[in-house]
């Protein structure tokens, strides 16, 4: 997710700002740029790249003097990374300059409006509306000009304003972004996070949900939307460096798999409209569909995880046949690929050396290619005919969690975008689908909630040495990603099995004390799964199941149970992940291992 720094005080405000977005590096960005409060005007300097560019641009600050303004590093999700998308973003006569972290999802609309009435825009970005509305709305009064923008946004944001009429000012409000403000003596601060602001001081504001901060260089003030004011703690932190950059969680994969919530509603909301799935990057036609002969789904890893789900979602909903195959195999395999195909690309990072080769492979055959990528502009977005971006902010643990579970989310888009272009979903199926859509971040915060349950589990198993994961169709799928997060992070040996081919030969290796994850959340499978689960039992295994509430029965037959809330059964696996992605993190933490940066591995993995 994006980074955003300011500072109102006596000192020159650009090298602070600067030294404020170092501290944010590691949330990932692909731009950066600084807005300056300089002699009645507002100086903007922005520029694609690291912040060293940016640092040269300004010469360290000495081209941007001033003692008011806002930095940024961006994370592209609208517009892809460039100097004119990035922030800040201005307004037309340059009055209002902004930094944003988040979503606008209502920004085309409200855009063309603005259009509409003559106003000029430059960038693709959605916080440039943020920008123009502002001086839209502004009759003399900055506060009053951004709580009228606030009611007319939807989505996600966390905002920092600056107005070249008032040199005195900064204005800062967030909602569902984070946002603090940090309090210094004669000079005040806004950030993303911590981190930015931890050597400047320890005393810092929470803003909560549409409150808005007013700071000038003595003083903070707070107001809510009805313009009356807000009184507010001050915190003082006393976290490490090391501690904030993650959020106060000791890894960033506890701070990514807790993020999950957040990134499922940031993937799937702007694409929701009116009950409606709205895929505005997506040009298939009903038409396009309808001469599909096959769909072939190309990844690795996890994201060829995602693929052997979308495979048994895709043919179950859209009724056409489905071949999912590991990227590195795909790209040498003499795949049966033609302009009869549509190849799903899935890829958190957009640069794997096999999937972006298999990409290539199956455009040099006439394929049509959509791919799924979490980093705007990467390679495999570039050259694909259409993109669906995940929307997870960076990831930086190498076990991926939060880009896993958006990928999940957009195959379920997809799928239903699909199924109603081809009838294949019936209308009252449809809104069935986008019900539990909508459902899916409070289910996944409901299991988070319970995440000592598996801690305690973990705790009894961390020792083992073997680890059998067994499902059934989506089940299986799910105990491929299982199987994985735990091996990649905790280094015990651990395989995913079709529960049904376990008699056909790797039950011999099932002994007194081999530890058996059992899959059970697909109903109609349950009873054959249970068989499984006594056929490994019966050769002394210790079975851990994993079902949905009110499956009470599984524990008759398994040891130990975890259990996600119901939803339908193409979903079940985005809850299904949540306690295998924990189960693993906290056998991983028993054994002391390095959990975010686990051995031999790399987060993308760019060579062949
Ligand atoms: C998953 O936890 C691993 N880090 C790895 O399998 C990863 O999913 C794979 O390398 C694919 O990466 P990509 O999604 O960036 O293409």
Known sequence: ????????????????????????????????????????????????????????????????????????????????????????????????????????????????????????????????????????????????????????????????????????????????????????????????????????????????????????????????????????????????????????????????????????????????????????????????????????????GSAYHVGVIAKYVLEKVVRIPVEVDIASEFRYMDPMVDEGTLVLVISQSGETADTLAALREAKRRGARTLSIVNVVGSSIANESDDVLYTWAGPEIAVATTKAYSAQLAVIYLLTIYMGDLLGTVGQEQYAAYVKDLMRLPDLVEEILQHKENVQYLASLFFNVKDVFFIGRNLDYAMSLEGSLKLKEISYIHSDAYAAGELKHGTISLVEDGTLVVALATQKALFEKMMSNVKEVKARGAVVLGLTTEGNKSIEQTADHVMYVPEICDIMLPSLAVVPLQLFAYYVSSMKGCDIDKPRNLAKSVTVE
Request: glycine share 10%.
């Open 1 to 300: 997710m994006c980074g955003i720094v300011g500072y109102i005080g006596e000192e020159q405000a650009a090298p602070i700002l600067l030294k404020g977005l170092e501290k944010l590096e590691y949330r990932g960005y692909d731009s950066a740029g600084v807005a300056l409060y300089n002699g009645g005007h507002l100086q903007v300097a922005k520029a694609k790249g690291r912040l060293k560019v940016l640092s040269e641009l300004i010469e360290g600050g000495q081209k941007t003097p001033g003692t008011l303004g806002i930095g940024h590093t961006r994370w592209a999700t609208h517009g892809a990374p460039s100097d004119i998308n990035s922030h800040p973003q201005v307004s037309d006569s340059g009055k209002f300059a902004v930094v944003h972290n988040g979503i606008i999802e209502n920004y085309l609309p409200l855009k063309e409006h603005l259009i509409r009435r003559g106003v000029n825009f430059v960038s693709e970005t959605d916080t440039e509306v943020v920008a123009q509305l502002l001086e839209y709305y502004y009759k003399g009064d900055v506060l009053d000009a951004v709580i009228q923008v606030l009611r007319h946004v939807e989505g996600s944001y966390a905002l920092g304003v600056i107005c070249q009429d008032y040199p005195d000012q900064l204005v800062a409000v967030r909602k569902d972004s984070p946002l603090i403000v940090g309090v210094g003596s004669g000079e005040n601060y806004i950030a993303s996070d911590v981190p930015a602001i931890l050597e400047r001081t320890r005393d810092i504001y929470r803003l909560n949900d549409q409150e808005i901060a007013v700071l000038c260089r003595g003083s903070v003030s707070f107001y809510n939307m009805d313009k009356e004011p807000v009184q507010k703690e001050l915190c003082h932190v006393d976290w490490d460096v090391s501690a904030a950059e993650k959020g106060g969680y000791e890894h960033f994969m506890a701070k990514e798999i807790m993020e999950q919530p957040k990134v499922l509603r940031d993937t799937i909301s702007p694409r929701l409209h009116n009950g409606r799935v709205v895929l505005d990057s997506v040009s298939l036609t009903r038409e396009d569909l309808e001469k599909l002969r096959s769909i072939y789904i190309v990844a690795c």
